[in-house]
């Protein structure tokens, strides 16, 4: 959580705060995400200058209170990334040291987090890392016992237990971040599990260093790598599992990145057909072929639902369009796809032309086939098709390679749901007339095709945090999209109500209720947060359109078999 807020303070000081934009140190101990900062054009400031102008961000691990004041008289406007757990073990310092307590401080005595909270202890601040350590204390009467946040915990209650036993009366506090018991906890697990475990983070990050030797104290053999480069291909083939752990300054791309790396090992262990299925999938995934299929059997559920004529040029003109802009969209985000999803940006680069070219054909394809139903249906596609090129291209107001449309927060996820509700229902609608069941179908439309989107921006926020998109979670933060997707949820449970309650959906359409328990179980399972899991999070997220279509199909089957 300190991480995550540190950098979410130094992207949004990136677009917002005073120039230039510095960090006091290395805001996090991942080299990855520094360089990825350094492009936004925040850097890190080693020393603090008499004078000076802009904005500095105090990385997650805090400073001392002296560096904080003196920051703020060289002239700089100053953001606090201080980690609020560990601004609490400072508070806890400061506290006991104004009443004459000694603060022992259980940690690394070279690390920027233990020199800040002795910068709030003082001259009774003490430091303790080792057994050695405890051999040059001085007597102790008063004395409170304090942990670096990512401190080993079985090494905490040991030393706890003999400070304790030379001197007793002391008051403990264990200031261990949960997020770090937790993963130490878990990675102990993982040990049990599996036989190798791949521990990804910054080399000089204390917390990752401490997860691998863990890993060796359980007896398994442990990677210890900083991106997926590092991987040993041919070592880890032998292995029958392996278990994946991640440093808490190590960003969710780069997790992702090593998992997915892992998985294209060829291995001894995986049957054929289980490789075949899982490539089969991926490139359905990466190609928008998935997509574009989801697409058609929507239309075409949406002309039974309607009991309009079954014209296939309907479907083919939504899946065409919304394969082309999906697509397009995809071709000029090359830049935040290579943080969220390396292989499918490179994927993509290496079939620009097949893409560039498929992309042409689909929007070219959905207007001739629209021309052959009315002119003013094709008139609205050509629209709709400028509609998404502005959208995708930056060709107005350029910053950051960005459209200005992808500047507006939240604007994505409903420019999307709208260009499926268009894509979908205008054919029809145009072309054989309205009925009201689309009042209900349409907001269902709407709904399902906005869950879908939020979704999967869920599984890359990360990413395009760092190039200055304002998806919804970037804006709003994961937490409260999910809060968002739940409300959306209760209006789809709603707009199927007002359906049936008011003739649009007949009894047969009772099958329609499976979309409500299906993404709801799909919020569920992506609130779990699983890392690794992106394929399977992709895959159910796209097939909340089709469990949509999918009821339709299933109602009108039943009917027709009732005949």
């Known amino acids: 959580m300190g991480v995550r807020r540190a950098v979410q303070l130094a992207i949004k000081a990136s677009y917002e705060a005073e120039k230039p934009v510095y960090t006091y140190g290395p805001l996090i101990h991942n080299e990855q995400a520094l360089s990825l900062l350094e492009m936004l054009g925040v850097k890190p400031l080693k020393e603090i200058p008499e004078k000076a102008k802009g904005t500095i961000i105090i990385r997650a691990h805090g400073v001392p209170p002296e560096d904080k004041k003196r920051l703020k008289d060289a002239g700089f406007n100053v953001i606090d990334g201080t980690c609020p757990r560990v601004s609490r073990v400072q508070a806890l310092a400061r506290r006991y040291s104004r009443k004459g307590y000694h603060v022992v401080i259980i940690g690394d005595p070279d690390h920027a987090e233990v020199r800040g909270i002795l910068g709030y202890a003082g001259k009774l ?284 927060p939240g604007a994505r996820s409903l420019f999307i749901a709208a260009g499926w509700l268009a894509a979908i229902c205008f054919p029809p609608v145009i072309t054989y007339g309205f009925k009201e069941v689309f009042l209900w179908w349409g907001t269902a439309v709407f709904l399902v095709s906005f869950m879908r989107a939020v979704s999967l921006e869920i599984l890359e926020f990360q990413g395009d945090g760092f190039v200055g998109k304002e998806t919804l979670p970037v804006f709003i933060g994961k937490e409260k999209t999910f809060f968002v997707l739940k409300i959306v949820w209760i209006l789809l449970g709603l707009a199927v109500l007002g359906g049936f309650l008011t003739g649009g959906f007949q009894k047969e359409h009772l099958g329609i209720l499976l979309v409500l328990f299906y993404s709801y179980a799909v919020l569920s399972y992506y609130e779990k947060d699983l890392l690794g899991k992106n394929l399977e999070l992709e895959l159910l997220a796209e097939g909340i359109p089709w469990i949509l279509a999918g009821s339709i199909f299933l109602g009108e089957g039943i009917r027709r078999l009732g005949r």
């Open 125 to 408: 601040g003490l430091v303790v890392s080792s057994f050695k350590d405890l051999e040059r204390l001085p007597p102790l009467d008063k004395y409170v016992i304090l942990s670096q946040t990512t401190q080993d915990e079985e090494f905490f209650k040991l030393i706890v237990e003999e400070l304790l036993t030379r001197f007793p009366g002391g008051k403990v506090y264990n200031t261990i971040c949960n997020a770090t018991h937790d993963r130490q906890r878990e990675v102990r697990n993982l040990c049990k599990e599996c036989d190798a475990i791949v521990v990804v983070g910054g080399k000089h990050s204390a917390n990752t260093k401490r997860l691998a030797l863990i890993v060796q104290e359980e007896g398994k053999e442990v990677f210890l790598v900083e991106t997926a480069d590092e991987l040993d291909k041919n070592a880890l083939r032998k292995f029958r599992k392996i278990g994946v752990t991640a440093g808490a300054s190590t960003p969710n791309w780069v997790i992702n990145q090593v998992i997915r790396t892992i998985e294209e090992i060829p291995s001894p262990y995986e049957s054929s057909w289980r490789r075949l299925t899982r490539k089969f999938l991926r490139f359905a995934l990466e190609s928008n072929i998935a997509l574009a299929l989801g697409a058609f059997w929507l239309a075409l559920a949406t002309l039974l639902v309607a009991d309009y004529p079954l014209d296939f040029r309907l479907p083919f003109i939504s899946s065409l369009f919304l394969f082309a802009s999906h697509t397009v969209n995809r071709l000029v985000d090359l830049k935040a796809l290579k943080l969220n999803d390396p292989f499918r940006a490179n994927f993509l680069k290496k079939w620009r032309k097949v893409f560039m070219l498929a992309t042409a054909s689909g929007f070219l394809g959905a207007l001739a086939l629209t021309e052959t139903l009315s002119h003013l249906l094709f008139v609205i596609f050509c629209l709709l098709v400028a509609g998404s090129l502005f959208y995708s291209i930056p060709f107005l107001g350029r910053r950051e390679g960005l459209s200005p449309v992808q500047h507006l």
